[in-house]
Structures are given as structure tokens and as C-alpha cells.
């Protein structure tokens, strides 16, 4: 599927990293160093912006190796790009380690995964129908 996007950045466009990859990596656009300290966050620039085709979305997910090496994810996981966004994309990342955090301009910081979605049509009922569930809210289909 094609995604019309601009790069104002130094870094190449996303790509992906094996053939089997559902993300594309995506890299800082920054004139400095950020340093994120333990539970902060800050939205990280990456001088793409994205004409997504109507019935897409894009999604901002963290990068496995960061979260698991530094505590660095993305809050907002997964973060949606919507197909009527026409601004820069930024990351929202947060520290969840107990040590800060550098990010280096063109450091990959999250991936994007281009996803399609259905629009609901709602229809209001009196009544749904019964499940083998039902109601059971959090934790009610874990086996114990």
C-alpha cells in the first residue's frame, strides 16, 4: 500500500528490517542529545509527516530492544496516526528505568505498523446475546 510521506530529517525513510517484519523502524530527528530521566517522557521529533490512505492507521510501537535493555517505551502503545494527520510525527516515550536515558539524533526509537480498520456503525439494542463469558470482567478467563 503506498503512504505519501514527506522526510525533513537526515535519516532515510523507515524501512523494513527482514522481509517477514510487520514494523519499520523509525529514527530521532533531533538537533541535541534528550536525555530522558527515570519516569519522564518527551515527545521525540522525526521529520516525517504522512498522508495515510483513508481506512488506515498507522501505529507507533516501542522498539522490544529498548524496552527491554533500558526501560524505554512508548506511552501511548500503540500511539495512532490517523489518516487526516498532516503534522510531524513525534514518539512519546517514557523512561520506566531507574537510570536516564540518552537519545542520540537518528537513533531508532519505535516502529510503525500501517494497519486497516472497520468504522462502527452502531446499533442499539435492549439486549445482547449470552456468551460463555458474560459479564466476567479482569482476570475472569485466566485459569487458576
Request: negative net charge; aromatic residues 4%.
Amino acid at each position: 500500500m503506498v503512504v505519501k510521506v514527506i522526510n525533513r530529517s537526515a535519516n532515510a525513510l523507515p524501512q523494513y528490517s527482514t522481509l517477514a517484519a510487520a514494523g519499520m523502524d523509525v529514527r530521532a530527528q533531533i538537533e541535541s542529545p534528550i536525555t530522558i530521566g527515570p519516569l519522564e517522557r518527551v515527545a521525540v521529533p522525526t521529520g516525517l509527516y504522512m498522508e495515510i490512505p483513508v481506512g488506515c492507521e498507522v501505529q507507533v510501537r516501542p522498539r522490544s530492544g529498548l524496552a527491554a535493555k533500558h526501560g524505554i517505551t512508548v506511552l501511548n502503545s500503540p500511539g495512532t496516526i490517523d489518516a487526516d494527520y498532516r503534522g510531524e510525527l513525534k514518539v512519546i516515550l517514557v523512561n520506566l528505568s531507574n537510570e536516564p536515558f540518552t537519545i542520540e539524533s537518528g537513533e531508532r526509537i519505535a516502529q510503525l505498523v500501517l494497519v486497516r480498520h472497520e468504522v462502527i456503525e452502531w446499533e442499539e439494542v435492549e439486549a445482547l446475546s449470552d456468551s460463555a463469558r458474560g459479564a466476567g470482567g479482569f482476570g475472569s478467563t485466566g485459569v487458576k
